[in-house]
């Protein structure tokens, strides 16, 4: 039963360019949950989706950022336009229901903007 | 506000010495308590949560946390450090269920162990 998958490890992007973070989570979960971690801070929510639903959108920057988890595939985490700023971790959890008790973290894509 | 504070940045523990490793939480509702390790470049590894019942929670890799309701804390402890524990640690606070089921992470605490 493989974990929570996140590819790729590491992306490098330069200024204005799109970055594109893939999740597929754990077998049978539906909820998908992404998280930004910046250099010696901890982790903050951005978005929570359940299959072809964003339930909860208030960590995400309003401009730039999009995210989708389709009926098939994996959830996308799109940024647009990248900035220096973007430079982080991004990390993806999943869990097979609306609870933290089961959540699951994947290994997370390191984003460099250079 | 909702918040997770970890008031230590960092620690340095010999190897077989005890380890303390506090978190202090500000949450609204009744808060369901988390202690997740992170390995460099690695993600997330659940240590071990408390949701309910016995204040005194078992983890994997021999650590336990208590739940101190009076103090808002939930401190992480481990008898005896092993070099291998050396990573960087997080608590966190969220609601067991329902939309919106965002863990609130603190800072971190980034324990070194010294031979």
């Known amino acids: 039963n493989a974990g929570v998958m996140q590819n790729p490890r590491h992306l490098v992007r330069r200024r204005g360019q799109e970055a594109r973070l893939r999740c597929s989570p754990m077998k049978g979960h539906s909820h998908v949950y992404w998280y930004r971690q910046l250099p010696e801070e901890g982790l903050k929510f951005m978005v929570y989706l359940q299959k072809e639903n964003i339930i909860d959108e208030s960590g995400m920057p309003k401009e730039r950022f999009s995210a989708e988890f389709p009926k098939e595939g994996p959830s996308i985490l799109r940024i647009q336009q990248v900035v220096r700023g973007d430079s982080a971790a991004y990390f993806c959890?999943?869990?097979?229901?609306?609870?933290?008790?089961?959540?699951?973290f994947g290994s997370g894509t390191q984003l460099s903007v250079l | 506000a909702q918040s997770v504070t970890q008031p230590d940045i960092h620690i340095t523990v010999s190897e077989g010495a005890s380890l303390e490793l506090r978190c202090n939480y500000s949450y609204g509702a009744t808060p369901y308590l988390f202690w997740y390790v992170q390995s460099p470049g690695q993600g997330l590894q659940l240590l071990l949560k408390?949701?309910?019942?016995?204040?005194l929670v078992q983890g994997i890799k021999g650590f336990e946390a208590e739940f101190k309701r009076s103090q808002s804390s939930f401190n992480l402890r481990k008898p005896s450090v092993h070099w291998s524990d050396a990573a960087e640690y997080f608590c966190a606070v969220g609601p067991q269920v329902g939309a919106g089921t965002a863990l609130i992470f603190g800072k971190g605490t980034t324990l070194s162990v010294s031979s």
């Open positions: 408390y949701f309910s019942g016995d204040t």
């Open positions: 959890a999943s869990s097979p229901a609306a609870t933290n008790e089961k959540l699951f």
